[in-house]
């Protein structure tokens, strides 16, 4: 099986106010939340997005690293109205994608189980949908919203995404629509093989895959994610702690920062005993084992480097496995000199080093109150906690 995916982001956003696949849900894009979760479907052979004709040019441009780490295969310009959208997409999937799975660019929090259930009735039956029951009480209305008549909720299911078909269903069904005219009014995928004769059979799904249509479902979606990540252990946390004597005739390093001492860290690299806490807790966070295995202290190539080079391979490493930095908590134990003058600018360097905002990252100073080889200033230790997030 080559499944191929198709990603429809094409529309305006008319109801929403504005683009809104680039709206961030706690820190990601919502758009780059809904490709992520498609990497993770088994036998995906291939990724089409559809982005709006308009902008399509400028996100491809903009975000061509992040696509092509995501397994997007192509970015395609959408059509005047959702059908032509998939249409396009259908016609830049590779010749053997079979089935095809469409899914909505703005539902983030889609089941990856009920997913692989609808790929596996499409793969048998031809055409499957992803939907939930109704469970309101529904009614009918005339234009003047005077109520007619209950509808029976037994017989009616909400259409979501994903739809999954085999290629030769979802093309008969696409050519004929554009024959006919009906590419311009329906409204899914699966209203097209329902209206060229075939059956679609319904796989059932979740409540909670919204689609974000207003901006008040943004408020929803966003709960819903942190719900998720803290369910599914997507935020990982890892502590980092490390101490260097102190010596004369060396730098004293802290955070990036040389701060003004008659003494400084001795140490294979630059000796800075907060950013080597703060590698090592990056990389356990991550599960990459510590400091010490990446960067030996044996290696003449990080002889006297800067140790934010270390915390910037950390995150990289971290990245590998799908995890970005959510934020950082320092504490920094130096009898002298003073932390406190100097903890902005040790914010901000570590920021840089982390690839975050200032705002991510805490810093705290204390001493040792004259109690054993820091207390003495004969050394400087450094703890780090960091949280990172898939």
Known sequence: ??????????????????????????GVPLLFRTLRRLRRLDGTAEMVLVLPAERAGAIR??????????????????????????????????????PVLVHDAVRPLFSLDAARRAVAVAVREGAAVVGVPARDTLLRTD?????????????????????????????????????????A?????????????????????????????ERADLA??????????????MTRIGHGWDVHRLAPGRPLMVGGVALPADRGTLGHSDGDAL?????????????????GTHFPDTDPRYRGVA???????????????????????????????????HRDAIRRSVAAALGVSPD???????????LGPVGSGDAVEAFAVVQLER
């Open 220 to 233: 929803i979606v966003s709960a819903l994610a942190a719900a998720e990540a803290a369910e599914d252990g």
């Open 61 to 98: 441009g903009e975000y061509a690293a992040e696509f092509a780490a995501l397994g997007v295969s192509a970015v395609v310009a959408g059509g005047r109205f959702r059908e032509e959208s998939v249409q396009n997409g259908f016609a830049a999937l590779r010749p053997d994608a079979d």
């Open 360 to 370: 991510r990252v805490n810093v705290k100073a204390k001493t040792a109150e004259g």
């Open 143 to 183: 234009s003047d919203l005077a109520v007619l008549e209950p509808v029976p909720r037994e017989e009616v299911w909400h259409a979501e995404t994903p739809q999954v078909f085999r290629r030769a269903v979802l093309a008969a069904a696409l050519a004929k629509a554009g024959t006919d005219g009906f590419l």
């Open 275 to 291: 950013l080597h806490a703060l590698t090592d807790a990056v990389l356990g966070a991550a599960g990459l084992d510590d400091i």
């Open 185 to 213: 009014v329906a409204t899914d995928e699966a209203s097209l093989v329902r209206h060229a004769g075939g059956r679609v059979t319904m796989v059932r799904g979740e409540a909670w895959n919204l689609k974000v249509t």
């Open 1 to 26: 099986m080559a499944l191929g995916v198709i990603v429809a982001a094409g529309g305006a956003g008319t109801r929403f106010g504005g683009e809104k696949i680039l709206v961030p849900v706690r």
């Open 307 to 341: 140790s934010a080079s270390f915390v910037a391979a950390a995150v990289r490493l971290a990245a590998e496995r799908g995890l970005r930095v959510s934020n950082a908590d320092l504490t920094v134990v130096l009898e002298k000199p003073r932390v406190g003058p």
